[in-house]
């Protein structure tokens, strides 16, 4: 059963750092698409940032400079570094994994973003 894990959330104040993972199982990994999205109460989820089987990588422009997404295909993990967070990151974060017609996804990891 393929599974994606995401762990790393928590609760932490403006200008602080987390690193959020999402552990994958099951899935040839190193061809997928992997990409981080994020969902709060009563919003539609948004695209975070990706990145593609050859490194490419991109951003939503309200992330842009602050997050960075990163994969480390012998670990079958992708990672997703936060920087400066704002209140406004506050979100549930999912991770995403995409390829020849298979998606899938994590259950997602709460981050909030409060002094």
């Known amino acids: 059963q393929v599974q994606l894990v995401e762990s790393g959330g928590g609760l932490v104040q403006p200008g602080g750092s987390l690193r959020l993972s999402c552990a994958t199982s099951?899935?040839?990994?190193?061809?997928?698409?992997m990409e981080w999205y994020r969902q709060e109460p009563g919003k539609q989820r948004e695209l975070v940032a990706g990145?593609?089987?050859?490194?490419?990588?991109n951003y939503a422009d309200s992330v842009k400079g602050r997050f960075t997404i990163s994969r480390d295909n012998a670990q079958n993990t992708v990672y997703l570094e936060m920087n400066s967070l704002k209140p406004e990151d506050t979100a549930t974060y999912y991770c995403?994994?995409?390829?020849?017609?298979?998606?899938?996804w994590g259950k997602g990891t709460l981050v909030t973003v409060s002094s």
């Open positions: 099951r899935i040839l990994f190193r061809f997928f698409r």
């Open positions: 990145i593609s089987s050859s490194l490419r990588t």
């Open positions: 995403t994994a995409k390829w020849n017609g298979q998606e899938y």
